[in-house]
């Protein structure tokens, strides 16, 4: 099983490819994830990516395509795998076919989790997270036993700039601009599965489940 799972930000699909990749034995590669560790390692690609990173730069699709080969080339994604937000433009996803050529693979499925807007901005607006030990907690769906104090260490909680509702919105609006020309592509080559995001979890997996083809 080879899949990709696209979705904006806030839609659960890394919740949904974590555990759906634990269910069917496949590795989930989420390259937000990769490039951390591999900064974290000082590999080779780490350190060029950091490179990047210190500068306040974009890492470059050249640069996360290379690191998505080297993950590939392992051995247990020799039954296939989940590739977690990735690609999120038409050249990363041009680059990702020739790369699947070059290693002599294709893909299965692309499952994407499409959420309404209001319902992402209350997910991503409600995040809180501790300025001492780091833990998050969400208004809503996670809140802490104590308004505005981490349950781990008694920490105060703050929202992140990057949460609030301006910032949210825009990353919103970047990310569908980015996307609708990615979905048109994989759904004119017949790969393209579309997932209701914003029910229960349970039932958003097994609708991913469905759609993605995989054992029931």
């Known amino acids: 099983m080879r899949l990709i799972f696209l ?3 806030g839609a659960g699909k890394g919740t949904q490819a974590r555990e759906l990749a634990l269910e069917w034995g496949v590795p989930q590669i989420a390259t937000g994830d990769m490039l951390r560790d591999a900064m974290a390692a000082g590999t080779p690609l780490g350190a060029e990516a950091k ?14 395509v290379r690191l998505i080969r080297e993950r590939l080339r392992a051995p247990d994604a020799g039954r296939g795998f989940i590739l977690d ?8 996803a041009e680059a990702l076919d020739r790369l699947l050529a070059e290693l002599g693979q294709s893909l299965d499925r692309v499952v994407y989790f499409g959420v309404a807007e209001s319902e992402l ?11 001492s030990c780091g833990r998050t907690f969400h208004v809503v769906s996670a809140p802490p036993a104590r308004d505005g104090a981490c349950d781990r260490c008694g920490g105060a909680l703050y929202q992140r700039v990057d949460d609030g509702e301006d910032t949210v919105r825009n990353r919103l609006r970047v990310y569908e601009s980015q996307t609708a020309p990615l979905l048109a592509f994989y759904e004119g080559r017949g790969l393209l599965a579309r997932v ?3 029910g229960p979890i349970d039932g958003v997996r097994a609708d991913a489940r469905k759609a993605a083809g995989g054992p029931r």
């Open 51 to 64: 490179s990047y990173y210190d500068r306040g730069a974009l890492v470059p699709d050249e640069v996360i």
């Open 85 to 92: 937000g990735f690609p999120r433009t038409l050249p990363q």
């Open 121 to 131: 901005v209350r997910r991503l607006t409600g995040r809180r997270v501790c300025r």
């Open 196 to 198: 209701a995001g914003d």
């Open 7 to 9: 979705g904006p930000p």
